[in-house]
C-alpha cells in the first residue's frame, strides 16, 4: 500500500456547509477503515515472542480490543485468549 496515494492533497473547496462536512464525514470513514484493518492485522499477527514479558504482551492484545469498539467493531474476549 502506497501511502501518498491516500492522503488527500487539498480539502474541497466549496461554500457549500453541507457539502463540506460530507467531505469530511467521507475523508473519516476512510481513516477509520484504515485504522481498523491496522487493528485488526495487528491484533491476528502478534504473537508471544519473549523479547518482553507476558504481562505486557496481553496488555497490548487487551488495548486493542477497546480501539476496536470505539471504531464500532466489537471482540469476543474470548478471541484473544
Same mark, same amino acid.
Given at each position: =500500500?502506497? +501511502?501518498?496515494? @491516500?492522503? %488527500?492533497?487539498?480539502?474541497?473547496? &466549496?461554500?457549500?456547509?453541507?457539502?463540506?462536512?460530507?467531505?469530511?464525514?467521507?475523508?473519516?470513514?476512510?481513516?477509520?477503515?484504515?485504522?481498523?484493518?491496522?487493528? =485488526?492485522? +495487528?491484533?491476528? @499477527?502478534? %504473537?508471544?515472542?519473549?523479547?518482553? &514479558?507476558?504481562?505486557?504482551?496481553?496488555?497490548?492484545?487487551?488495548?486493542?480490543?477497546?480501539?476496536?469498539?470505539?471504531?464500532?467493531?466489537?471482540?469476543?474476549?474470548?478471541?484473544?485468549?
Amino acid at each position: =500500500m502506497i +501511502t501518498a496515494n @491516500n492522503i %488527500k492533497a487539498t480539502p474541497l473547496q &466549496t461554500n457549500n456547509f453541507k457539502e463540506f462536512m460530507k467531505f469530511v464525514k467521507e475523508c473519516s470513514q476512510t481513516a477509520n477503515q484504515s485504522l481498523a484493518s491496522t487493528l =485488526m492485522s +495487528t491484533l491476528t @499477527n502478534t %504473537k508471544f515472542d519473549r523479547s518482553r &514479558t507476558m504481562h505486557e504482551h496481553v496488555l497490548e492484545m487487551t488495548n486493542l480490543v477497546p480501539k476496536l469498539k470505539t471504531l464500532g467493531m466489537a471482540i469476543d474476549w474470548i478471541f484473544l485468549v
